[in-house]
């Protein structure tokens, strides 16, 4: 164990000892944005490609600008990891994996169950010594499979031949242990912080299906923290005032029992398919599956607050 910030460097680390580490950039957290004034000169706001769900006003395109910003600084911060590993002799024996924890910071990513929220960067190196793990022919290669933070830990520990707890859940998506790809991305929200909700959806490798229990409650519930970044104070001030439309008000309205989108054709997730009879079969069933998995691991969802303290 090393809590050093290069814990290769250990000197209890004996020689050609392997090694694990987790390091993590927090340049583009949440809290980046909770500022209010631009801090980079790096990114312009006038250049910035909004959603179609955020309305076109100066606060947001001033915060996509500075999340640009932490992107990059991440992004650099990450470079600067691979020139100590380069440096230090261990490029061409080290696995390099590098994951967000969740699709973004500007409101309705994070905490959301909408592709902007769930889709996550996921890129991993792996050196020519270890080509039996490469998952194509060559490096570079973009791969077309759905995979889960879930399936990570116990991906981790079959390409490091360790043993795997047989209670551990997840999915193998590298070496020899691989396991058939996954059909579907199980995905749930409940209480956000101070602020209650219930969904729950399945994303296939191209629909994605959520069910809102409360469905009476908004997206767009305050919520103290997400508050704090001055796009979310201008977007409601500027959707009470009478200027959103239909899509870039959606998030202050009541949600639809259940939701459908193409996110290939729709990857913003701004049009509702399952009021679509065309869709009717797909519609049924993900509803299904999401029954099915909901049911498999008992979700507790359904309990009041209160029973879960006292279970827990």
């Known amino acids: 164990d090393s809590y050093e910030k290069d814990c290769w460097k250990n000197p209890n680390r004996k020689p050609d000892q392997p090694f694990f580490q987790v390091l993590n950039s927090a340049g583009c957290h949440e809290s980046y944005l909770h500022k209010d004034k631009n801090?980079?000169?790096?990114?312009?706001?006038?250049a910035m490609k909004l959603a179609p769900y955020h309305p076109d006003i100066p606060e947001m395109r001033m915060d996509y600008a500075r999340y640009t910003a932490g992107v990059m600084n991440a992004d650099k911060a990450l470079g600067r990891i691979l020139a100590k590993l380069e440096a230090d002799g261990l490029a061409d024996d080290t696995i390099v994996i590098y994951t967000s924890d969740n699709g973004g910071v500007i409101g309705r990513s994070k905490r959301f169950l909408y592709d902007s929220g769930t889709h996550t960067a996921f890129i991993v190196r792996i050196p020519e010594k270890f080509k039996h793990l490469w998952p194509a022919a060559k490096p570079g290669a973009r791969i077309d499979r759905l995979i889960s933070f879930i399936d990570m830990p116990k991906?981790?520990?079959?390409?490091?031949?360790s043993a795997i707890p047989p209670e551990m859940q997840g999915n193998v998506f590298l070496g020899e242990k691989?396991?058939?790809?996954r059909e579907y991305v199980?995905?749930?929200?409940?209480?956000?912080?101070?602020?209650?909700?219930?969904?729950?959806?399945?994303?296939?490798?191209?629909?994605?299906?959520i069910r809102n229990y409360d469905s009476f409650r908004p997206n767009g519930q305050f919520l103290e923290?997400?508050?704090q970044a001055p796009s979310m104070k201008a977007w409601e001030a500027h959707h009470?005032?009478?200027?959103?439309?239909a899509?870039?008000?959606?998030?202050?309205?009541?949600?639809?029992?259940?939701?459908l989108f193409d996110c290939e054709s729709d990857p913003d997730n701004v049009k509702n398919l399952a009021a679509d009879p065309a869709h009717a079969q797909r519609l049924a069933s993900m509803r299904?599956?999401?029954?099915?998995?909901?049911?498999?691991?008992?979700?507790?969802g359904f309990l009041p607050e209160g029973i879960l303290v006292n279970r827990a």
């Open 155 to 161: 991906t981790w520990l079959a390409i490091t031949k």
């Open 247 to 259: 899509i870039t008000g959606a998030f202050f309205r009541p949600k639809a029992v259940e939701e």
């Open 39 to 46: 801090t980079n000169e790096e990114v312009d706001p006038a």
């Open 240 to 245: 009470r005032a009478g200027q959103t439309d």
């Open 288 to 300: 299904e599956g999401l029954k099915k998995q909901q049911t498999m691991h008992h979700d507790c």
């Open 225 to 227: 923290y997400l508050w």
């Open 186 to 209: 199980f995905l749930a929200r409940e209480r956000m912080d101070e602020v209650p909700d219930m969904q729950r959806a399945l994303r296939d490798a191209r629909y994605l299906y």
């Open 178 to 181: 691989q396991d058939p790809p």
